[in-house]
């Protein structure tokens, strides 16, 4: 009997991550690009999304896939009222979705029809961030109220983001928001990352945000 | 956070190269993993306990290597490491900063038996 030292170096991560690679796979062959949206509860996931539905469609078509832990429909209810296609995953009490999550919700989206997916994740500001989706951009909303330490409570989420969302900007004469301090700890973590400043309540900001959306919808178009 | 999916994940990477090494059993686990990703050691082996039960990896030792965050400044290629909270370049106060290591996550050998 021998013993033997046998190299490995796979990720622990990565049968999750290989589905994710499927997902987005599918995306791109429907020519759909595609968003995961996280932030903690309330930070205005479902409000900016909403947002970007009021400010690109019908010239975009736009599709949503909601992630919740109670069995709701709240969020996906509020897309269709808008107008657009939603699915409602029900996590069954998981704290994030996960690529295989997706990647049922993809089987029966009618993806076909739409050119924007928006994925909505679980209200969570630490697990959503070990599991990609596939999604081509990962997106966090940062509300004013959280406060401006977050990315340096959090720094793992923030590392791995395409956009920033600085949301209810609105509130900044009311709130104690150095947002000096802010954008140093996220310039240390993801240095350059795009940030759009924006209030779902007023409006201002979000035609940016649909700008930047609006290009990135027509470059999945021209591949 | 998701100690139980984690230990699963090892588990499966584990006993799939063991197998196709032609293993008897598997003595011991090494696994590198960054100090940016949040893993309790103490639960992954109360779940590896249970879990490696009654398969190649039984009475297998799992071997936890941390790896500190590691920064590079920008402005004056200055390297530090970071134990707690995210700073800035502690030469220059820069922010304009790099992370060079911490987010490892991953399976890096076994040791078998044949």
């Known amino acids: 009997m021998s013993s033997e030292k046998v190299t490995v170096v796979e990720k622990i991560m990565d049968a999750n991550d290989q589905v994710a690679l499927t997902n987005r796979r599918i995306l791109d062959q429907a020519g759909v690009f595609s968003l995961n949206i996280m932030a903690s509860p309330g930070a205005g996931k ?3 999304i909403l947002q970007t539905i009021k400010a690109l469609a019908p010239e975009i078509r736009i599709g949503v896939i909601e992630g919740d832990t109670a069995p709701v429909t709240i969020d996906a209810d509020k897309v269709i009222a808008a107008g657009m296609p939603a699915l409602q995953i029900n996590t069954a009490g998981s704290c994030h979705l996960d690529a295989v999550m997706l990647s049922r919700g993809l089987e029966s989206f009618p993806l076909s029809d739409i050119d924007l ?61 150095n947002k000096e301090y802010f954008l140093k700890g996220i310039e ?9 400043q924006v ?9 940016e945000w649909a700008e930047w959306l609006r290009a990135r919808v027509k470059e999945q178009k021209a591949k | ?7 699963e994940n090892i588990l499966n990477i584990a006993i799939r190269n063991a197998e196709n090494a032609r293993a008897t059993r598997v003595t011991d686990i090494n696994l590198v993993i960054g100090a940016l990703s949040s893993i309790v050691d103490d639960s992954v082996q109360f779940y590896w306990d249970m879990l490696s039960q009654d398969t ?18 920008q402005d004056c290629h200055t390297e530090y490491e970071i134990q707690e909270e995210l700073r800035t370049c502690p030469s220059c106060d820069s922010y ?7 987010e490892e996550f991953f399976l890096e050998s076994i040791e078998i038996e044949k």
Not at chain 1, 199 to 207: D, L, Q, V
């Open chain 1, 46 to 48: 479902t409000s900016v």
């Open chain 1, 117 to 177: 997916l928006i994925v909505e994740n679980v209200g969570n500001l630490i697990c959503p961030a070990s599991f990609k989706l596939g999604t081509h951009a990962n997106v966090v909303i940062a509300s004013i109220p959280e406060g401006d330490d977050k990315p340096y409570k959090y720094p793992t989420i923030y590392r791995g983001l395409d956009v920033l969302i600085m949301n209810k900007i609105d509130l900044l004469p009311y709130i104690r928001f």
């Open chain 1, 188 to 196: 240390m973590l993801n240095p350059g990352l795009t940030t759009f």
């Open chain 1, 199 to 207: 209030s779902c309540e007023t409006g201002e900001g979000i035609a």
């Open chain 2, 1 to 7: 956070m998701h100690e139980l999916a984690v230990t």
């Open chain 2, 56 to 73: 190649i990896c039984a009475g297998s030792k799992l071997h936890f290597q941390r790896l500190p965050a590691r920064i590079v400044c």
């Open chain 2, 96 to 102: 304009r900063v790099r992370f060079v290591q911490g």
